[in-house]
């Protein structure tokens, strides 16, 4: 029973239908008539004019996004747990050209307005030090953490004010905005482009990079034809991302990980490290306990000394869910 | 009747298959055990131990190779015309941060050893020129022309005496291991790293990378990795370029492309631009030509003023070729 | 008697006297009086507000100047022959982040607005080409020819046109505008950045970067800094720099080399290559004469098979320039 | 009085004759007999062979001497309070192409094995981190404290152990040297190269890179022409370095300038944030205070809100350092 990761969970039915379907296309790059559908869909979706476009990974979308915002001399104020600071083994230096990651703290891997407002009064010396240019948050965070309506309003005043790209990293939006309950604007924000990612949530490789004032977007059509990210047969990235956005599959797929989660949250109580607000839970643990788990068929990731890490995806049965919990509570 | 390009073909039956067959593998990035079957699978077809790795675009496989190669103050031989110099946005210049690429000449887009020589010749004043570092030729080039054993043996000397990594862009290397027929190593000839071709052959977003020194892929997959293009789910980058090894689908189908190929080239005849060797055709043709086999629903790239391009793939109908082999006869 | 290069002249008294003067300040970087002092001095220069910063070297200037010109992803026009791409081992692309040099061929590496025209008209293929960004030229260019007005306003409409930079090599700026005998301000021409050369002029090691537009300096300071390129006493670059300035030092150095130039180019007649404009003789020679010619103790740089290069400087004795004169017409 | 820092304090009147004397040389770049002479000098100097050579700023010597250590993919380990994290405007970033600099804390901006040790041990997830390449440490560090021995080798077998590049940023090498009373090499101990400070301590604007490893330095002559840092008249730049290891002016400076430091930090006593064993002493002092410093003519810089940092330099009256000293005693 699989709650190691969702970022290898299957492809949703429909989304393989889909591009089944866009195998008849035949125009390359993105000329193909999905991909050009995917302005018009984010727009509606986000109730205000997108550009948007597709990409394979989390890790591209991320780093193409920021290339919009940074430039090579500048920095990017982002949490110290970040995925672009951690996980991505220096993307973002190769993608800004070297430009900085700018670490503050936070609960849970979330950005407070004073954490940013910290680093920006720190750079004071001039040009002996990298000028910030761009705001990274994650929704949800990496511990799982959801930002809300005000802290969202509260970031974006701070990035506005000091002339700051505000980017969010969306890799697990949908969990982020299912928990919310809310609209997918009032989810976003008011961030200047999103990685909205597909792939932990049903997709097979196709996340989509969302800027909400389509002229930001002028220059990353060419920057992700340079870093090789421009698959010529992209009609199959855009189908598996309107195949998600047809009849909000997107959300569907985010409330069925996050109930999953829920089940195995209430079990582990107050072993919980953090709230169980979407599909990843970090669960205290002992070595015995999570040898015990293992014995019954769990696979997880031994988070730290202290800790594992449990994520469930859009196709985790729930009965494992509920099999987990009986055994978490039984330990 | 699509003669533009092989870029946008439809994806393989077999490919599909063994993508959906993928689906139900849950090991993320290429830990899981397609990916892990790559290295053994191109060093059987090749002949000797190989490193193989994935991944989704040429102009990723290309500069990722190239990158293990050449440092940022190095140069690459190419020739002038060498889709890594014409059509990659610069894509070299991110991957191999800011490394030149040195251009020689060369009839049909092929680099003759003269050529290399006299750049090399060039290179004579220490630290105000960049040093050569490696050779990139393509098989076939993008004329559609195949180098034989002989000239890649010519090259591959000219490599090893000056010290330079040899780097083989094979975006149709299928399609010249057919005209060849030859095994695939006596294609490849000596180099040192292929950028082995599917998605123009029945795949749909899959290259793969082989070094004939496992040692040299050592970085590459740090490299692949912080360019964002190691997928999450590259057990379905992984399935697509095991089909297409199974039972040579890639070479029946570079024969299938080639064969098409020679239909239309034996009705152009004299039209020919290049020799008609693999599944690119150079036709002369002007403007009134043009249009009408347009009207008669053909579709192609206009090449330049007194030419135009036309491109078959592994889908192509026998039938059409043969109209368009008509219509061009009867102009 | 050295023609070999102008780079490595003596460095002229006024420079060292100034340079001593300027041992007691004592705020670093560029807070001095004498580096605050270098807006005022190139705007009245120049007749208009300028922004202008030191720096070591040409190569510097020029990469330094054109990164606020030219995003990673883009590209510069240039002369096949412009020192940018023949002698300066990649630094436009370690300083521009890969981008690329957009070559145009040209008579005595003179670029014309119809080969800059022809690259322009060439970019037509979207995302899979870079996109012009800004033209370089050169006064006096690497065959010692100078842009008049004329050719200077020929080419900034072109720029003005597309919207690209327009940056000028002036390594040897100041022979260029002897030679017009016109204003600073008429031999830049509407360029939007000039790397004015001090170096081969009498200076030691400072070249001034202007540009006159001075928003558009908003960030050189940032990656000058970055480059390391920001000497903490900087007030001795500063110091040469407008010692060169003072009573147009600069200007009379320039006549110096200049005519002792035409004395050796007077005697050379038929022999030259290109028209003697500035300090650098291109003299068809064989290699008896050049041999003759060296056992009379004339040192000087074989450009090719066919001819020598001799260049002259402020330091040059007339006397020499005379001699290599007479000795050049008994060949 | 001037202790805000020793980067901009005057030439000294050897440096300035060496400069004098080197102009009638007329090699350019570093052809000359003075760059020539780096090797052996410090080959001398050390005790071993040594490659060498100069260049403008230490921003460009630390990061040029990593450039031959760190592949853009790799990491460098250095105190989180390092010069190359903290005041270069991220010049590693741009010189090592977006190579991450792994951060260690440590007492007194020193890292102690244990602290790289740690970052080591957190670099478990494979290609999703960057692998550690090089350390790199301060001799002075910045908050004035010298390696000893001991700590030296305990480092350096560190790196050794994990096959990392071991770099010394010598800013104040020469300070670091006076106060540990002991031999060059043994207050390099096993580095692998040393960026040599001369500009704080009597010169103008040359540092030296020594390579304790010849070969090592193999490719950095490349870089440096390709950072615009190879400049023309190099022979003023060697022609500094030789007048500062002659008669080991540069030890006599340094000892000048720490022995100003200690009759300061005699007077300030309990104030001392940090031992004062070079030139650079941190003073706790409050705001009264510190008006009281400065109506009296002292000039310093504010290091944070609870002390200040004073630094004096090779041309520190010794008078002024008294006065200094009685003043913070009479606070």
Redesign the interface.
């Known amino acids: 029973m ?1 709650f ?2 969702d ?5 949703h039915p429909r989304v ?1 239908d889909a591009m ?1 379907a866009a ?6 790059y993105d000329t ?1 008539a999905l991909s050009r559908e995917l302005d018009a869909r984010f727009s509606a979706l986000f109730g205000r004019e997108c550009a948007a476009l597709w ?7 991320n ?2 996004a920021l290339s919009t915002m940074v ?3 500048g ?1 990017v104020i982002c949490h110290e747990e970040a995925h672009i600071e ?15 990651l700018l670490l503050a703290g936070g609960v849970g891997a979330k950005l407070a307005p004073e954490a940013i407002a910290e680093v920006l009064a720190g750079i004071t ?7 910030a240019q761009a705001i990274s948050i994650t929704q949800a965070s990496e511990y799982g953490l959801v930002y809300s309506h005000g802290e969202l309003d509260a970031v974006a005043a701070l990035a506005r004010e000091h002339g700051l790209g505000l980017h969010m990293d969306g890799a697990r939006f949908a969990n982020a905005a299912a928990h919310l309950a809310c609209s997918p604007a009032e989810a976003a924000g008011a961030v200047d482009a999103l990685s909205f990612g597909f ?2 949530n049903g997709g ?2 196709a996340e989509a990079i969302v800027f909400f004032d389509p002229e930001k977007a002028a ?1 990353i ?13 992209g ?3 855009a189908a598996q991302i309107l195949a998600m956005l047809d009849d909000d599959l997107w959300l569907a797929n985010a409330r069925a990980a996050n109930d999953a989660a829920q089940i195995v949250a209430k079990a582990a109580g107050e072993r919980l490290v953090h709230p169980a607000q979407v599909n990843e839970l970090f669960v205290r643990m002992n070595a015995v306990e999570r040898a015990a788990l293992r014995t019954q068929g769990f696979a997880f990731y031994d988070w730290d000394d202290s800790s594992i890490r449990l994520v469930t995806s859009w196709a985790t049965d729930p009965g494992h869910a509920q099999a987990l919990g009986k055994a978490i509570a039984a330990l």
Chains 1, 2, 3, 4 share one sequence.
């Open positions: 699989q190691m990761s970022n290898a969970a299957p492809v393989w089944r195998d008849s296309a035949d125009t390359p193909d990409v394979a990974t989390g890790t591209a979308a780093c193409l430039e090579p001399h920095g951690m996980d991505e083994c220096g993307a973002p230096g190769f993608y800004l050209h070297g430009a900085k010396r001039g040009v002996h030090q990298v000028p792939v932990k097979m490789g220059t059509h060419f920057r992700r034809k340079r870093a090789g990210h421009l698959q010529s047969k009609r199959f990235l």
